[in-house]
């Protein structure tokens, strides 16, 4: 089993759409938590932060449920420019740990 | 803003080459990993190391070695390519614990 399991995508949606993704991971020392956007042929960048009492930012909402061990990713009101593979990110509890990221899921969405 | 800088965007190499991939980062971050991405595949780790000198193995480090004698500075080597090394490989460096890691901009190696 993959420590860090994101859903399998892809999920091709309208605009003006709702969307969620959920991330699973299975070591409960995990600490920290953040989702990432990939766009095609560049680097993963941060799109932010997962916090325990969960946290907004404009369309995104990120919630995080430790005794489930998952984190999940809703978008609202969906864009073209939101197409894009979204990575979770699990960081380990020490501060040698490595982070784990999950496969990604891909956004399409279509006008 | 936190600056990773891959050595490279693209690289041709021939078969049994040994290829060394630089990653050279600014806030003085103790842990650096190298990536793998291929289609299908996702991301996946193959060396970290969290201190000078210090490295761990990833999920796939067979035919990769990591090189650390600088905090800012974390390569990659492939002692011998192969075609089944092709792949976009991305540098990535992070804080204590709890921070975020930070990609550079990935090398596209190609191995012929």
């Known amino acids: 089993r993959k420590e860090v399991e994101q859903d399998p995508g892809p999920f091709n949606v309208p605009e003006g759409a709702t969307v969620a993704f959920n991330c699973t991971y299975s070591n409960s020392a995990s600490q920290s938590f953040f989702w990432y956007r990939q766009d095609c042929r560049k680097e993963p960048k941060l799109l932010m932060s997962?916090?325990?009492s969960g946290n907004e930012d404009g369309r995104f909402t990120a919630q995080l449920n430790r005794a489930s061990q998952y984190i999940s990713l809703l978008i609202r009101d969906s864009k073209l420019s939101d197409s894009a593979t979204y990575l979770c990110v699990v960081n380990m509890g020490t501060n040698a740990g490595k982070s784990t990221f999950g496969d990604g899921t891909t956004l399409t969405v279509k006008p | 803003d936190v600056k990773v800088t891959q050595s490279s965007r693209y690289l041709v190499k021939r078969t049994g080459e040994k290829v060394f991939l630089e990653c050279v980062q600014d806030?003085?971050?103790?842990?650096m990993f190298w990536y793998r991405q291929d289609p299908g595949l996702g991301l996946r780790l193959i060396y970290f190391?969290?201190?000078?000198?210090?490295?761990e193995k990833g999920d796939i480090p067979e035919g990769y070695s990591v090189s650390r004698e600088k905090k800012e500075r974390f390569s990659l080597i492939l002692e011998s390519a192969s075609t089944n090394q092709t792949s976009m490989y991305l540098c990535?460096?992070?804080?204590?614990?709890?921070?975020?890691?930070?990609f550079g901009q990935g090398t596209r190696l190609t191995v012929v």
């Open positions: 190391s969290y201190d000078v000198k210090m490295k």
């Open positions: 990535a460096s992070r804080g204590g614990s709890g921070g975020l890691p930070f």
């Open positions: 806030m003085d971050h103790e842990n």
């Open positions: 997962v916090y325990s």
